[in-house]
């Protein structure tokens, strides 16, 4: 999967007590050969996805043969990006693609439009991304596509709407939401897949307003046969958005009492909705990943640790819990520099080089760099740290590698020798680049520029 090597969720904070059977606390990843991993997942996501896209495309399409060829390589493409598959095309090729297809090309499939329209909001263009998004949500019919593309549309229409300060208009896309969610459940469009149907309700929550979830609960419920995992969990999402609502985003001490009150009942309602699903059903990663931020908010680093544990059992290298669960562990929050070193120790020892989880060590690493040591590089190139960050760039980078020779952490791995100033090593990284821009998302982490990266390689060319 494609991961940006900073940045982590928000999470929660809130005291409530409730006791249920933990794991064994021991200081290692979860890691039996037979883990099941994000890898084999999306590669079933996406060939459901182009079931339910390019096929229905391909079988209702009056387009010339070269218009439908390009239509189907730009659904590809998109979906390649929605999961973050390695080697998707970019947001800026997709929308130059979409723009031919759509603007110049004069196409109107309401899933074409959709996807146009969501690289466009995804590359931060929120008032272009407008009506392209609202356009397709308006018209992508029941009888075209399935619900699960009808949710996403809408659920980005009123997103987009939010971000616009569109609030009037917001509301018809938030109840078109809450229908489309229903018929998910009504035409059991992921059948009986339900990790499928949970990653797709993650999604489709992630960042709404606790009263949009509320909506989606209220019109799933209304579905006699509706899969009671999903709806636990959606419960559990929607008392989560209220809590952190109740809250509020200022500082601890500028919390109200009142606040803090409607924080903690709120978590504790999500606690009960989540520990429920996780019952029910302890092979969903989104469940236990949704417990580290309620664990988070207890100031419990036991229990959060458990749930992590829960979320790496269910999927190995599930991106989320690792992102939640090392947010937990910033100094600010539950943690230190020595928790996260130790994490970072931690996802080194797996060598499942064919998953990212030992690639969080750079991350880490990245993350120590900012929150602890001040902005300095010097604690993180002692010859230890960096000859351990470099093996885990050198196969993870290489063939059989989970990032084959990926951009982005190939513009770190250069960045990170420069950091070092091991010279032989940043110039062959840069060799593998094989011209390839350095990504400045990527050199950032390390406090440097690609100008200036080149800069100091060209001032060491020998070395």
Not at 179 to 194: N, P, Q
Not at 307 to 316: I, K, L, M, P, V
Not at 363 to 371: G, M, N, S, Y
Request: proline share 6%; charged share 25%; with cysteine.
């Amino acid at each position: 999967m494609n991961r940006s090597i900073f940045g982590y969720p928000i999470c929660l904070f809130v005291v409530v007590l409730i006791s249920f059977p933990a794991l064994p606390s021991a200081a290692e990843i979860p890691c039996p050969p037979d883990a099941p991993t994000e890898k084999p997942f999306y590669q079933a996501a996406l060939k459901f996805y182009l079931h339910t896209s390019v096929d229905l495309y391909k079988s209702s399409s009056t387009t010339k043969p070269v218009a439908d060829d390009q239509v189907v390589h730009f659904m590809t493409g998109a979906e390649e990006n929605l999961l973050g598959l390695q080697h998707a095309p970019s947001l800026e090729m997709l929308e130059r693609q979409g723009r031919k297809l759509v603007v110049q090309g004069g196409s109107d499939d309401p899933l074409v439009v959709y996807f146009l329209g969501m690289a466009i909001f995804r590359r931060n263009q929120p008032k272009e991304a407008e009506p392209f998004l609202c356009q397709a949500a308006d018209a992508i019919m029941p009888n075209r596509y399935p619900a699960n593309w009808r949710a996403r549309a809408a659920g980005d229409a009123f997103m987009v709407l939010k971000v616009n300060g569109k609030k009037k208009r917001m509301l018809k896309y938030r109840d078109l939401l809450a229908t489309a969610v229903a018929d998910i459940f009504k035409e059991h469009v992921f059948g009986s897949d339900r990790a499928l149907l949970m990653r797709n309700l993650d999604v489709l929550t992630d960042d709404m307003p606790a009263g949009v979830i509320q909506k989606i609960v209220a019109a799933a419920q209304a579905v006699p046969d509706a899969d009671p995992a999903a709806i636990d969990y959606l419960q559990g999402q929607e008392h989560i958005q209220a809590a952190w609502q109740d809250r509020g985003g200022d500082w601890a001490d500028k919390v109200t009492a009142r606040g803090w009150q409607g924080f903690a009942g709120e978590l504790a309602q999500a606690r009960t909705a989540l520990v429920q699903a996780w019952t029910l059903d302890p092979k969903i990663p989104e469940v236990a990943t949704a417990m580290i931020h309620v664990a988070m908010g207890e100031s419990n680093a036991a229990e959060m640790r458990t749930w992590f544990d829960r979320a790496a059992a269910a999927r190995f290298d599930d991106s989320d819990a690792y992102e939640a669960y090392i947010w937990g562990i910033y100094p600010r929050w539950l943690g230190d520099r020595a928790t996260l070193m130790a994490f970072a120790d931690e996802c080194a020892a797996t060598g499942r080089f064919d998953t990212d989880v030992p690639l969080h060590y750079v991350d880490i690493l990245a993350i120590v760099r900012t929150e602890c040591d001040g902005n300095r590089m010097d604690a993180l190139t002692t010859p230890d740290i960096y000859d351990k960050a470099h093996n885990i760039l050198e196969k993870t980078l290489g063939p059989d590698g989970a990032q084959s020779n990926s951009r982005l952490y190939r513009s770190a791995e250069v960045a990170y020798a420069v950091a070092a100033k091991r010279w032989k090593d940043a110039h062959q990284a840069m060799d593998q680049l094989g011209g390839g821009k350095l990504d400045a998302n990527a050199t950032g982490s390390f406090g440097l520029t690609p100008q200036r990266v080149q800069a100091a390689l060209d001032a060491h060319p020998g070395e």
